[in-house]
């Protein structure tokens, strides 16, 4: 069963062969404070949308941030629609991501969780996030490419990741970047390398429109209902 496939991917995934610099922190919300709730959760979610052996398109974002999959282990998904549009309980961490409300606009106007995880496998290109002190002390959020120490030492470990992936039963005619920019320049420039997918669709990554482009966002939901029709 996809689920279970899957499932063995997602819950092995270590970046400590990696050797990062110490500078970088690594958001693993698998073994952080709220390891046991976020467990539960991608296994109550696999389970839920994954039980069958049908090919999906893989849509592809970053890393996690902390208040989407960082706290629910699930891309994209706040603790808020985890609940309202997964129906997957959440205690503890309460959490309201703009890239998270964007997404399940998308989701229902593909005809909700169930349709569209029917069609659609989203993970990151890197399934673990990273951190590192703000100007103030604090840790904020980083995306892989934007250090380019960082980016060299994960390369390899992405490459098996989006391989193992695949080798679940995802289709490889078609794929999805969320993420226009760097993301995609990196994602297209390991696919050329690779051959992993036939074709690769661009698509503006939920902060970006939730920010820069909201009164457009009719515009954008429907660029990613019209990559849907693709997996369909």
Not at 126 to 143: A, H, I, S
Not at 158 to 183: E, F, S, Y
Request: aromatic content about 12%; some cysteine; charged content about 20%.
């Amino acid at each position: 069963m996809l689920a279970d496939r899957l499932l063995q991917e997602v819950f092995s995934f270590d970046l400590s062969k990696a050797k990062l610099p110490k500078r970088i922190g690594v958001l693993d919300p698998f073994n952080g404070e709220n390891a046991q709730q976020v467990r539960r959760n991608v296994e109550l979610f696999h389970r839920q949308f994954y039980a069958d052996n049908r090919p999906r398109m893989l849509m592809l974002g970053i890393n996690p941030g902390r208040f989407g999959a960082g706290s629910t282990g699930i891309c994209f998904t706040d603790t808020k629609r985890c609940v309202a549009d997964l129906g997957i309980p959440v205690e503890g961490a309460h959490t309201h991501e703009p890239s998270s409300d964007f997404f399940y606009r998308m989701v229902r106007a593909a005809g909700g969780a169930e349709a569209f995880y029917s069609r659609v496998y989203v993970q990151s290109l890197c399934p673990l996030g990273f951190t590192q002190k703000g100007k103030n002390g604090t840790w904020v959020n980083l995306n892989y490419y934007d250090d380019a120490v960082l980016q060299k030492k994960i390369t390899p470990l992405i490459t098996n990741w989006v391989r193992a992936l695949i080798a679940t039963g995802m289709r490889t005619d078609v794929a999805a970047c969320i993420g226009t920019g760097k993301n995609f320049t990196f994602f297209k420039k390991l696919n050329d390398k690779h051959g992993f997918f036939d074709r690769i669709i661009p698509l503006a990554h939920p902060r970006f429109v939730m920010q820069y482009k909201y009164k457009q966002l009719d515009t954008y939901v429907d660029s990613y209902l019209s990559a849907v029709l693709e997996a369909a």
